[in-house]
């Protein structure tokens, strides 16, 4: 039996309890959807302050050098580097994901010529398909994407494949693929790993390096609360700099960009998949957001991310055992990043509903209910705040109302 | 004879002289950069403390909708439409201006299958011809970039040019191509064109339909002063929009983002040219920017400038003569954009001189100092300033010290 004083207990007793405060969380809302976009970091709206009225409006064109601006997309790709277990010098912020993905797989396919498959799997989140495909299709010549079902991607890889292009979480149901041994895989069958970290950054101990992965990218809007659209990240292995192209040769990217010749020739290392001129005031939030992670031991996010989906789940079944929800992510919490998806037929009223009541999740079609678990600053109690509006809703039948069988879908 | 009494006479006169408190300008500084970056416009600060702190921060993932963040890339490019003399939902604000002009490069030689070539000059910024070429190489087949002399572009289209891709105004020269002339001459070949208006937009009339412009792009961090970084703009002709594809195929450019469907189906009209995520903090910035441009007619706007370059010309010649400067660009006014560029052989020694007295232009190899002109908030008098802190730096050789010849460069 989970009681409110057991979750008490444990928020009590949560090594990562102090750093709630290094948020701002609005009144009256419970917060379950720090993975479509995190909440506000306490330090950004003094650094927004700083970098407009002092930088931009005191230094103007200046800046650029004065205050480090030139350098921000490696600064905070190295900031980035340290979450996910990846070498200096690997990862740059820059752009969105859907544009450095793109970046990545032209790139991947140039690296492993005369094989013209791109392999990933259904549950991946639709923009990595689309762009995947998008990529295939300018290049032309034979490429195309495969798409398998998620628990058939490892067999699926084979002498045809040049790119095995997963995202590590499931964007639905949480499930997480096992990157050392898909990597390890792909690699025996000669083929290059590109990893979607976008749910897992920030959310759980990464391993970059350890698991030898080649070419990845990320979102910083989730988990690392970088706000709305974010500047993405983009990693290359230092192995693989020297032999990789970015098929986006814009201006930064160029080793010396204010010589201005007319050719183009590549910077060394990561700084060659920068484009354009970096997104200063995005990119200086998201420096600013990074501080939340400040001393945090991914471990311990880990731990208690864990913890706090199996606890849902078991009140959810302990308080919620008639009402028709499904499961729709992993039971093994090792298994599952840190959400949890319930599914019920009427899960789009039922998530309306919640959030009128301040509490907020997300749905994603045709049933799913995401709850997403951010052990920076979720409570254990919140739970069962959560659980029991749940509980009103259905007993209550509220979700059976016009206004939320008929309201704009929230994204 | 040019005196500070003609001058400020004619600042007194100036139409658009109550735009200069649109902005923030610091003090002791004369700003003649904003052709890189524009000053802080006063209603930014603002704006940013409601997207971070209200929007984002109570908001959360609800603002999506309820702050209108999904639609501000089309809102911010119908406003920019309005000032380029573009189609009401032809433009739309994302990501750089190199990776919007990917996107066009590779949609416009899909127009156009069968002809190889891409034509541009060499005038052009070089991360134009680097993109252009990237794009050719990765479409492979027989697509080369060709680069001429700018004056020798017209007569370069021929039977083998896809398509034609120049920035309107050179950044270092600030001469400024016929859009009309050249854009009809593509047509009667057979070629689409592209142009890029990173040195045009906010600084003078377009008429991108009455020229009936293919395609075009530009950037909002000059003129049109949306920030460092700000997100840049692309135009489709509403004629092509059902047949031009993007080959960066987003998530927010499919027809039903929200569906999540496996396969990629390209939203209607301008929208497909969204790729991933929108950044809003910078979307929100470059929105509350151009409330500066609010009732200003752009006739006024390229009077002002035409009559800033020419007294600028005017009393360097008056009070410079035997200086050693040449004029690097063009001195019929309207031939030219809104800037004045200088030559000299110490010009990256000069220029640094100047930056250290609070006098703000900026250099580019090997010998130009390039001055911008910014209508809005420019004064006539300012150029006073400028020509008499040159002459100053000049007559004492105070360029000729180590520290202005050693000095890191300022980009």
Known sequence: MITQTTLAALDAADPLAHCRERFHLPDGVLYFDGNSLGPLPRGVPARMKTVVEEQWGEGLIRSWNTAGWMDLPARVGGRIASLVGAEPGSIISADSTSVNLFKLVCAALALNPGRPEILSDSGNFPTDLYVASGAAQIIGRDHRLKVVEPQDVAEAIGPSTAVVMLTHVDYRT??????????????????????DLAHSTGAMPVDL?????????????????????????????????????????????????????LGYRPADGIARFICGTPNILSLAALDASLDAFDGV???????????????????????????????????????????????????YAIMQALISRGVIGDFRAPDVLRFGFCPLYARFSDLWGLVGHLREIMATEEWNQEMFLRRARVT
Chains 1, 2 share one sequence.
């Open 174 to 195: 949480g499930q997480m693929h096992d990157m050392e041994a898909i990597t390890a895989r792909a690699h025996a069958a000669g083929a290059i790993v590109i990893w």
């Open 209 to 261: 390096a350890g698991c030898k992965v080649d070419l990845a990218v990320g979102c910083s809007y989730k988990y690392l609360n970088g706000g709305p659209g974010a500047p993405a990240w983009l990693y290359v292995a230092p192995r693989h700099q020297a032999a990789v192209h970015s098929p986006l040769t814009g201006w930064l990217g160029h080793a010396a960009p204010f010589a201005f010749d």
């Open 297 to 347: 031991d991914m471990r311990l996010v880990r731990a208690k991310s864990i913890r706090l989906g199996d606890l849902f789940i078991g009140l959810v079944e302990q308080e919620l055992g008639a009402a028709g929800f499904g499961l729709g992510s992993p039971r093994d919490g090792t298994a599952r990043g840190s959400q949890v998806s319930l599914t019920h037929p009427q899960g």
